[in-house]
DNA sequence: GCAAGGTC
């Protein structure tokens, strides 16, 4: 391409006018530089001599504004009903210039035309590549004759460019067709479910939630903001599965004249009460606390990494609680105003060419952070510290950092203020020293039991002042020595429940789709607003996501049929498959033919299976009268024939309200109903005959329970009879009442129990990893980071077997209920444990019914208003004797058996005596239960 | 009236 002699004209193209300003600053070296209008306002056309290899070149720069051209359908195809949904896989589709983007095609076919060569400055990326091929076509067809040239650069700066417009080459085409054939499977899995969804579902329920016009409803499907509203969903579900699960952690405290530390148990916390006490007990038999290692150490906390798009979004949402769409907006305003650089990036590490410096001295002057500005390029300060690599670079734009000084501006709201003060504070964070501070832990020994606490001294803030949105808090303790040793003011078993996660924030769920690789930094917001406006999920003040009635269903629908099209995964593989073919190792049409095969294939079964999303909107919507009819049956699985009417069939039904019955067909002529306990999360009809009840055959059906709504004796599987001989079901019936109108008192809506109970047999649920921390060896119901003390009361009142109290407690006079034990070693084993809580007393019920000390309790008053509760403890209760194995945790069978008269009883019933309150020296209970605690 | 990706 060297050249020489005669000058030519040469077109250069650049993704947006901001970057053809840039280009056009820098090769012209503001020598010569003219400006005049193109057919679209804001696409100017810059011009000046500039020499490539030896080349003279008039040089005229412009630019498009991202895509110049949509794909599309053919007409014929583009109204809803001129086509079936599936013919969407196969329809004709082109590439057009929108009609909005026409001026902007005009100007490149008036400048192609006069021009020998054409150079690509389009973004550095696949999308960049492809928009470049579009820049081709609109030029190439007023003129054939051009001279194709790409440049590639890694930053808006003077070297870069300068290289690369001396070392242009060709554009890729493979990167230009990996986008072609994402764009193409976009659209068609788009269209096609979009259509089928919306004109399966709208008319078919009243959709009156959204408090919208239901006319112009769209049920939207689509690969990236189907996976988003799953992420919703599954966190939803997770909190709805959760059963709070009852731990004990002892915790010590010690006061001296310097203060009080509060010592943490180092096993963090058990599940298994009897182990738990028994520890207890060992370490308040010998309460001497002897430190066994007292360590200093430097920490550092360390500046953010230079901020990018999405870091800039959770950011703005954690500390200003801003929407991501509206930061967005936000910083897109100061950028057009230049105060800050390009908003969308990726990139979270600066060029060494940048001068950050400069950056800084800028800021001198602000009022605010100026001082600190003027300390951080002070050598002597010593506060200055380059910035570190996050380890993500776009190759196209550098991280967000401020452009232009600003000490607020006239026209600027609130939130223009906060965006540039987070923007100038966090630059000013990254090139600073970290924080310093001093931490000390001790560590202790109290009967062979270790504790520890730790405090922490801040010796220097550095960064933490200017970044006022992040803290270090720090603590005092007093000082200790190695080999010291004191009683300690209070040793307190305490419980707690494990609680389930929180609901996603939006920082989360920024978090989940960069992970997965949903979306890319400049659309990850517009998929989270999408998801607003289709009225698929709502955001709290918090900041936090639940689902709709009508997200949650249609994420229901498709996981029922068994398809995975809420998860991630088809957006992975699509992500792989244009991996490959920017590579070459897989071509274009393969990969559209493939993945257009397997969705359309996917398609058909999901409409073959669309009962799947009706019943599970079902559960959320009333039917509407608008519905075509075809959907209105959603036939059941057959229970019998009715002995009633003896025409129709009798069939297993959900309502809408999330309840079973079991209704003649014949409806509404036959009126012939038995309604099932609403206690009952999976009912499915089996092929067993009952043989006892007339006329058969009546097929038995396979339940399941909830098991918190249930009393603890029954059974939460159970095969029954509506035939009429299931004694089971009549008492739960009694018990639970029926989701029939009259007696249920279950929310209408698929929220609440209901929806915990369809949630409880999902596989996310079930994952061998935690969701919560994303280790293995627990679920997110045992997370240890998601316990929280002190809540036993409260999260036992929801329970059931918390109403029915059976004995009295000898200790406090109190009553207590019978319960089953939740945690992972004694699932299902039944004790009884007080009320009151103050009170500890507490037996295994199996120790109830055994000659041992416990047993004159259980019949000092037998049960209460529920007559039954005496039978069912006999019944059960004893066949579920320990049947753990020996060592620490069967010994304390009887776990803290009760005292009786000052004098503690083992599981075997023989007294253990010698054992006192260490606070009060009191016989009569132990220090957790000492009345001077409360002064400590 | 559908997607997601650019961008104003």
């Known amino acids: 391409m060297s050249g020489g002699g005669r000058t030519i004209r040469v077109l250069n193209v650049a993704e947006k006018p901001s970057v053809a300003k840039a280009v056009s600053g820098i090769l012209s070296r503001n020598q010569g530089l003219r400006v005049r209008e193109g057919r679209s306002r804001y696409n100017k056309i810059f011009e000046f001599e500039y020499t490539i290899r030896g080349q003279p070149c008039n040089m005229?720069?412009?630019?498009?504004?991202?895509?110049?051209?949509?794909?599309?359908?053919?007409?014929?195809?583009?109204?809803?009903?001129?086509?079936?949904?599936?013919?969407?896989?196969?329809?004709?589709?082109?590439?057009?210039?929108?009609?909005?983007?026409?001026?902007?095609?005009?100007?490149?076919?008036?400048?192609?035309?006069?021009?020998?060569?054409?150079?690509?400055?389009?973004?550095?990326?696949?999308?960049?590549?492809?928009?470049?091929?579009?820049?081709?076509?609109?030029?190439?067809?007023?003129?054939?004759?051009?001279?194709?040239?790409?440049?590639?650069?890694?930053?808006?700066?003077e070297r870069d460019i300068h290289e690369s417009v001396q070392?242009?080459?060709?554009?890729?085409?493979?990167?230009?067709?990996?986008?072609?054939?994402?764009?193409?499977?976009?659209?068609?899995?788009?269209?096609?479910?979009?259509?089928?969804?919306?004109?399966?579902?709208?008319?078919?329920?009243?959709?009156?939630?959204?408090?919208?016009?239901?006319?112009?409803?769209?049920?939207?499907?689509?690969?990236?903001?189907?996976?988003?509203?799953?992420?919703?969903?599954?966190?939803?579900?997770?909190?709805?599965?959760?059963?709070?699960?009852e731990f004990w952690t002892i915790n010590c405290t010690h006061t001296s004249e310097d203060g009080t530390a509060t010592f943490n148990w180092m096993r963090g916390h058990m599940f298994d009460y009897s182990c738990a006490v028994i520890i207890y007990e060992m370490c308040v038999q010998e309460p001497t606390a002897t430190v066994t290692k007292v360590r200093d150490q430097q920490k550092l906390k360390q500046p953010p990494y230079p901020l990018n798009t999405i870091e800039l979004e959770k950011r703005a949402s954690r500390y200003f609680r801003m929407s991501s769409e509206h930061t967005m907006k936000v910083a897109e305003d100061l950028y057009q105003a230049g105060f800050i650089s390009y908003p969308r990036t990726e990139t979270d590490s600066f060029s060494e060419r940048t001068d950050l410096h400069a950056i800084v001295q800028e800021q001198q002057g602000h009022p605010v952070w100026g001082s600190y500005a003027q300390q951080l390029l002070d050598p002597g300060a010593g506060l200055w510290r380059n910035p570190s690599n996050g380890g993500h670079d776009d190759k196209a734009h550098p991280p967000i950092h401020p452009t232009k000084f600003s000490a607020g501006e006239s026209g600027w709201s609130q939130d223009h203020n906060r965006v540039y003060e987070l923007v100038v504070r966090h630059f000013l964070a990254c090139v600073s020293q970290p924080a310093v501070g001093?931490?000390?832990?001790?560590?202790?020994?109290?009967?062979?039991?270790?504790?520890?606490?730790?405090?922490?001294?801040?010796?220097?803030?550095?960064?933490?002042?200017?970044?006022?949105?992040?803290?270090?808090?720090?603590?005092?303790?007093?000082?200790?020595?190695?080999?010291?040793?004191?009683?300690?003011?209070?040793?307190?078993?305490?419980?707690?429940?494990?609680?389930?996660?929180?609901?996603?924030?939006?920082?989360?769920?920024?978090?989940?789709?960069?992970?997965?690789?949903?979306?890319?930094?400049a659309?990850?917001?517009?998929?989270?607003?999408?998801?607003?406006?289709?009225?698929?999920a709502t955001k709290d003040a918090n900041t936090r996501f639940s689902p709709t009635n009508l997200g949650e269903a249609l994420v229901m629908g498709y996981d029922d049929m068994g398809y995975k099209l809420w998860k991630p995964y088809l957006r992975s593989m699509m992500e792989c498959d244009m991996k490959a073919v920017s590579l070459g190792t897989k071509r274009k049409s393969e990969v559209l033919e493939t993945c257009l095969q397997q969705m359309k294939a996917c398609f058909l079964d999901a409409r073959l299976q669309k009962v799947?999303?009706?019943?599970?909107?079902?559960?959320?919507?009333?039917?509407?009268?608008?519905?075509?009819?075809?959907?209105?049956?959603?036939?059941?699985?057959?229970?019998?024939?009715?002995?009633?009417?003896?025409?129709?069939?009798?069939?297993?039904?959900?309502?809408?309200?999330?309840?079973?019955?079991?209704?003649?067909?014949?409806?509404?002529?036959?009126?012939?109903?038995?309604?099932?306990?609403?206690?009952?999360?999976?009912?499915?009809?089996?092929?067993?005959?009952?043989?006892?009840?007339?006329?058969?055959?009546?097929?038995?059906?396979?339940?399941?329970?909830?098991?918190?709504?249930?009393p603890p004796n029954y059974n939460v599987n159970h095969l029954g009879c509506i035939g009429g001989c299931d004694e089971t079901l009549r008492q739960l019936r009694e018990i639970c009442g029926t989701g029939s109108r009259s007696s249920s008192s279950i929310p209408a809506r698929g929220h609440g129990p209901t929806a915990?109970?369809?949630?409880?047999?999902?596989?996310?649920?079930?994952?061998?990893?935690?969701?919560?921390?994303?280790?293995?060896?627990?679920?997110?119901?045992?997370?240890?980071?998601?316990?929280?003390?002190?809540?036993?009361?409260?999260?036992?009142?929801?329970?059931?077997?918390?109403?029915?109290?059976?004995?009295?407690?000898?200790?406090?006079?109190?009553?207590?209920?019978?319960?089953?034990?939740?945690?992972?070693?004694?699932?299902?084993?039944?004790?009884?444990?007080?009320?009151?809580?103050?009170?500890?007393?507490?037996?295994?019920?199996?120790?109830?019914?055994?000659?041992?000390?416990?047993?004159?309790?259980?019949?000092?008053?037998?049960?209460?208003?529920?007559?039954?509760?005496?039978?069912?403890?006999?019944?059960?209760?004893?066949?579920?004797?320990?049947?753990?194995?020996?060592?620490?945790?069967?010994?304390?069978?009887?776990?803290?058996?009760?005292?009786?008269?000052?004098?503690?009883?083992?599981?075997?019933?023989?007294?253990?005596?010698?054992?006192?309150?260490?606070?009060?020296?009191?016989?009569?209970?132990?220090?957790?239960?000492?009345?001077?605690?409360?002064?400590?």
């Open 612 to 710: 799947k999303l009706l019943e599970a909107m079902a559960i959320f919507f009333d039917r509407s009268n608008r519905s075509s009819g075809d959907e209105q049956h959603v036939g059941g699985e057959v229970v019998r024939q009715c002995a009633v009417c003896q025409e129709s069939d009798m069939v297993l039904k959900r309502k809408p309200d999330g309840n079973f019955m079991v209704g003649c067909l014949g409806y509404p002529q036959c009126r012939n109903v038995v309604w099932l306990p609403a206690s009952i999360s999976e009912a499915t009809v089996t092929t067993q005959v009952c043989n006892s009840c007339n006329p058969g055959p009546v097929f038995m059906i396979q339940f399941k329970f909830r098991q918190m709504e249930i």
């Open 167 to 245: 070392n242009l080459v060709r554009p890729n085409q493979l990167f230009a067709d990996a986008v072609d054939a994402r764009q193409e499977i976009d659209l068609r899995i788009g269209a096609s479910f979009t259509r089928f969804q919306t004109m399966l579902l709208k008319d078919a329920f009243v959709l009156d939630g959204s408090g919208n016009d239901v006319r112009n409803m769209v049920l939207s499907y689509g690969p990236c903001q189907f996976p988003t509203l799953g992420f919703i969903v599954e966190r939803y579900w997770e909190i709805q599965a959760h059963e709070p699960e």
């Open 438 to 521: 001093a931490e000390t832990t001790v560590e202790i020994d109290i009967a062979g039991e270790l504790f520890s606490v730790s405090g922490r001294m801040i010796i220097a803030r550095n960064y933490l002042d200017v970044y006022r949105f992040e803290s270090w808090g720090g603590s005092v303790i007093p000082k200790y020595l190695f080999g010291q040793q004191f009683t300690p003011t209070t040793l307190t078993l305490d419980s707690g429940v494990t609680r389930p996660p929180p609901l996603l924030s939006e920082a989360d769920l920024l978090t989940c789709m960069d992970k997965a690789g949903i979306g890319t930094d």
């Open 60 to 157: 005229a720069v412009t630019s498009v504004t991202g895509h110049l051209m949509e794909l599309e359908f053919e007409d014929r195809y583009r109204k809803w009903n001129s086509c079936d949904p599936v013919d969407l896989y196969q329809a004709v589709v082109r590439k057009l210039v929108p009609q909005d983007k026409l001026d902007i095609k005009r100007t490149l076919e008036e400048e192609a035309r006069r021009c020998q060569w054409l150079v690509l400055w389009l973004d550095c990326d696949r999308e960049g590549e492809n928009i470049a091929f579009e820049v081709i076509e609109v030029c190439t067809a007023v003129n054939p004759n051009l001279n194709i040239w790409r440049a590639r650069f890694s930053a808006l700066i």
């Open 523 to 536: 659309t990850m917001h517009d998929h989270i607003k999408k998801l607003l406006d289709r009225f698929y």
């Open 756 to 936: 915990s109970s369809n949630t409880t047999q999902r596989p996310s649920t079930r994952q061998g990893t935690c969701t919560h921390c994303r280790q293995t060896g627990h679920s997110s119901n045992d997370c240890p980071s998601q316990t929280l003390h002190s809540q036993s009361v409260q999260s036992r009142a929801r329970n059931f077997q918390s109403g029915e109290p059976s004995v009295m407690c000898t200790t406090c006079g109190a009553a207590c209920p019978l319960r089953e034990a939740n945690t992972t070693n004694n699932r299902g084993r039944k004790f009884y444990s007080c009320q009151s809580r103050d009170c500890n007393f507490f037996v295994w019920a199996d120790n109830v019914n055994s000659s041992t000390g416990a047993e004159d309790m259980s019949s000092s008053r037998p049960a209460t208003s529920n007559s039954s509760s005496g039978a069912r403890r006999g019944s059960r209760g004893r066949g579920r004797s320990s049947g753990r194995g020996g060592g620490r945790s069967s010994r304390a069978a009887a776990g803290r058996a009760s005292t009786t008269g000052g004098t503690f009883v083992s599981a075997t019933g023989e007294p253990i005596s010698g054992r006192r309150c260490f606070v009060c020296g009191d016989p009569s209970h132990f220090a957790n239960n000492c009345p001077s605690r409360g002064a400590t």
